[in-house]
């Protein structure tokens, strides 16, 4: 299975909106509404930021939003501020019952 | 309050095996494997992340394609605890290696992680 496509890196200033796509296919992103969407900081975890397109788990802010068009996949980050600068990766289910990640995207906060 | 604390070996000689173990602890009550899948994921330094594969409580499990042939995931419903072993590593193996509770299709509880470098 080959990583969904992601931009290597997005920059904003702060208080901007940016948003990051995840390009996968058909038998993945397009086919399921089960992306989610991770942040990391270097040398920490992955943080789930969002679940299936576009639900967030408690405790993330609501400046984070996803959604999904055919076989694409966004992430928005809307009044961005300094703390959002990470590594933010999607991912998917797939038809194979397995999941995909993306290639990652450094978020910069300029 | 969920936590995942996971330990295994951090240095390897090639073709030796990988074998990792996570701990669950989960407040809120017990039989905490139950209703989960519970996933191995790795990052190779300076690198995306990789999904390994997944078991659920009753020990169905997922494998990532290319990596099928030499993983295993295994669950202790006893300890409340979840294993990985892969075989026959090379230093292309060489990672950081997650394990994580998965809510539906998403991790939503990650370990801390464990570097493991496989080098001779």
């Known amino acids: 299975q080959s990583a969904l496509t992601q931009p290597a890196s997005v920059s904003g200033s702060p208080g901007q909106s940016i948003t990051i796509s995840c390009t996968g296919t058909?038998?993945?992103?397009?086919?399921?509404?089960?992306v989610s969407w991770y942040q990391q900081h270097p040398g920490k975890a992955p943080k789930l930021m969002i679940y299936?397109?576009?639900n967030r788990p408690s405790g993330v802010s609501n400046r984070f939003s996803g959604s999904n068009s055919g076989n694409t996949a966004s992430l928005t980050i809307s009044g961005l501020q300094a703390e959002d600068e990470a590594d933010y990766y999607c991912?998917?289910?797939?038809?194979?019952?397995?999941?995909?990640f993306g290639t990652g995207t450094k978020v910069t906060v300029l | 309050q969920v936590q995942l604390q996971q330990w295994g070996a951090g240095l390897l000689k090639p073709s030796e095996t990988l074998s990792l173990t996570c701990a669950i602890y989960d407040e809120s009550y017990a039989g905490s494997l139950s209703g989960y899948y519970w996933s191995w994921i790795r990052q190779p330094p300076g690198k995306g992340l990789e999904w390994i594969g997944e078991?659920?409580?009753?020990?169905?499990?997922n494998y990532n394609p290319s990596l099928k042939s030499r993983v295993t995931i295994s669950l202790d419903t006893s300890k409340n605890q979840f294993s990985l072993k892969l075989s026959s590593v090379t230093a292309a193996d060489t990672a950081v290696y997650y394990c994580?509770?998965?809510?539906?299709?998403?991790?939503?509880?990650w370990g801390q992680g464990t570097l493991v470098i496989v080098s001779s």
């Open positions: 078991i659920n409580h009753s020990g169905s499990t």
């Open positions: 058909s038998s993945d992103v397009g086919g399921y509404n089960y």
């Open positions: 991912s998917s289910y797939t038809r194979s019952s397995t999941y995909v």
């Open positions: 994580a509770r998965d809510l539906g299709s998403a991790s939503d509880y």
């Open positions: 299936d397109v576009s």
